[in-house]
Structures are given as C-alpha cells and as structure tokens.
C-alpha cells in the first residue's frame, strides 16, 4: 500500500478519534442536560442514555485504533501473521458490543413509556428507528468483518504455504 494512502488513512483516523473524544466530553453531555432542561420528563433518562450513546463512540474509537495496529502492520508487510487474527478480533468485539448496547437501547425504547414533547410520539419511533438501523448496521458490519477474517486466515495459509514452497 502507498505510504501517502496510509498516511491520509491515519490522519482520518486521528481526527475520527479526536472528533469522537469531543463528541463524548462535550457534545454528548451537553445534549442530555440541554434535553432534560428543555422537557423534564426526559431528566430520568439523560444519564443512561448519555452513558450508552458516550460507550457506542468508544466502541468506534477502538475499532479506529484497531484498524491504526492493521495499517501499521501492512506498512511492516505483517498483516498476513497470526498477530493480525488479535486486532481483527478487536474490531469484532467492539462492533458486537456497539450492536448489543443499540439493541439494548432499541429494546428500552420499544418496551419503555418514554413521554415525548409533541403528543404523537414522533420523537421516540424516530430514536427507536435510529436505534434499529444501528443494529441493523453493527449486526451487518461485524458479519462483513467475520468473513473478512477467514478470508485473512485463508489468506495467511496460502502465503505460508507458498513460503515453504519457494
């Protein structure tokens, strides 16, 4: 891979990070008390959802970091290594967490009385159709991500088979 490609992929992903740490110390907090000062009914809610919404932005940061450790070890001409399995893993689990804490949240919305500013309840069914494309979203990509990885093993077994051969 091109050292200008990587090089534009990490400065992407330093930003990303960056820009995630803004959203969790600043934008996130302050949208959940902005919210619950604006309509109180919604003040028992701002702190969990605060902290699921500040938790799903950092199961993104560690797939960012993940996906640093991956472009490191393609710069390194590594990635095809049993060392590269771990930060696949990684990206695995953070985005299964990310889909489970949507589920959870799609479930609560579903199931919970959440009052809504305007009588119809538009609000909630638009975070509840939010909270289900997430799922949906996370569920697909950690699948996508699964194949990948045994497109990696295959990958790997092949480029060392081809070592003993040469």
């Not at 605060?50 to 996906?67: D, H, P, R």
């Amino acid at each position: 891979m091109h050292r200008l490609l990587i090089a534009a992929l990490r400065a992407g992903i330093a930003a990303a990070v960056l820009l995630g740490l803004f959203g969790q110390i600043v934008v996130i907090p302050t949208t959940a008390s902005d919210e619950a000062d604006r309509f109180p009914p919604y003040e028992p809610f701002a702190v969990p959802y605060a902290t699921v919404a500040i938790l799903g932005v950092a199961c993104v940061q560690v797939v960012l970091c993940a996906v640093w450790m991956l472009l490191d070890m393609v710069e390194r001409d590594a990635v095809f290594s049993r060392r590269a399995f771990r930060w696949v893993d990684t990206v695995i689990g953070a985005t299964v967490v990310a889909t489970l804490l949507a589920f959870g949240v799609a479930v609560h919305l579903a199931v919970a009385e959440i009052p809504s500013p305007d009588d119809d309840g538009m609000q909630v069914l638009g975070a509840l159709g939010a909270a289900v494309a997430c799922v949906g979203v996370g569920a697909a990509l950690a699948m996508l991500v699964v194949v990948m990885r045994g497109l990696l093993g295959k990958a790997t077994a092949l480029r060392s088979e081809l070592a003993e051969v040469v």
